[in-house]
């Protein structure tokens, strides 16, 4: 019978949260795969752990992945591990999952720690409705692709980031999003200098520019304000579409499915009107 991969999170900061089942799933795993051995090896240490390991990073995933596939099918038991926090979330992980999932072999998510879920939680920002978004790309055109599909996003928004990019992430977020988008900027979270700052992103941008803070950050961003349906003539209703494709760069059709949405007015004509308006 094939064993079970077991995706095991580790601490963001603290040993403490590393849970009673955390640490029997790593004491009963076969073997474990980890992001970086180096890292990981003092996890065990400090639990007094000896186990075989091998590592499974982004950069060998092709050939890792089915190493451990044929173990797992060969009968042993998986314990897949990052440097930090839950195993295949902006993390080495997902692709094995899949591999695993494709060949029949049983996954098991352990639930802990997880940078993303605890920076929503102490954001202070609406949480019932969430969307995490990552990494934003290196490169400017898709970073820039990627932030004006997210205008409308109504959902708070979750970013991940390196602290050397921080600067730079929250000036193109200012930009896409407006200086007075609120945000809270979530710094080395359990961790001893943790640190929660609730602000806008015009002020989150000139505390970092004038302060460079250290660590790691999570950026938990206010969605866009819905905007409140009322009923408008169609005059009107043009004239939304023009202040909108001003104001905030949107392409006629977004523009259009936007006011059409808060107002009710019927998409295709309001499309039209907006069209021959400008023409
Ligand atoms: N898989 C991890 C998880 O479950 O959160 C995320 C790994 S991702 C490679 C690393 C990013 O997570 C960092 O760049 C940072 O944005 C965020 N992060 C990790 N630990 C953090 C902490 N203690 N405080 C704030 N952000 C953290």
Do not use: W
Not at 33 to 50: F, M, P, Q, W, Y
Not at 72 to 84: F, I, K, P, S, Y
Not at 228 to 255: C, F, N, T, Y
Not at 264 to 271: D, F, M, R, V
């Amino acid at each position: 019978m094939a064993g079970i991969l077991y995706l095991v999170p580790t601490p963001i900061g603290n040993l403490g949260d590393l849970s009673q089942r955390i640490v029997d799933t790593l004491a009963e795993a076969d073997f474990i795969a980890a992001e970086d051995t180096r890292v990981s090896i003092k996890i065990l240490n400090h639990l007094g752990l000896k186990k075989p390991m091998m590592s499974y990073y982004r950069h060998n995933t092709e050939t890792s992945g089915p190493a451990i596939l044929n173990r797992l099918l060969a009968g042993e038991n998986c314990a897949l591990v990052t440097d930090a926090g839950t195993p295949a979330i902006s993390d080495p992980g997902e692709e094995l999952v899949r591999l695993c999932a494709d060949s029949g072999v049983e996954v098991v998510a352990i639930p802990g720690p997880c940078a993303l879920v605890t920076a929503l939680a102490v954001s202070g920002l609406p949480t019932g409705r969430f969307t995490f978004e990552g990494f934003l790309a290196m490169n400017k055109k898709n970073r820039k692709r990627h932030l004006d599909a997210l205008k409308l996003e109504e959902r708070t928004m979750i970013f991940y980031e390196a602290p050397h990019k921080l600067v730079s992430t929250l000036e193109d977020l200012g930009d896409a999003f407006g200086p007075d988008r609120r945000i809270s900027l979530c710094r080395e979270l359990t961790k001893l200098h943790e640190e929660v700052r609730r602000t806008t992103l015009g002020q989150a941008l000139e505390y970092c520019r004038l302060n460079s803070p250290k660590g790691e950050f999570v950026l938990v961003v206010e969605g866009c304000r819905p905007l409140e349906e009322d009923s408008i003539s169609m005059e009107e209703g043009v004239e939304r579409v023009r202040r909108l494709r001003a104001e905030q760069g949107l392409s006629l059709k977004d523009a259009t499915r936007q006011v059409a949405k808060s107002t009710g007015l019927p998409k295709n004509e309001l499309y039209a009107q907006s069209l021959t308006a400008e023409s």
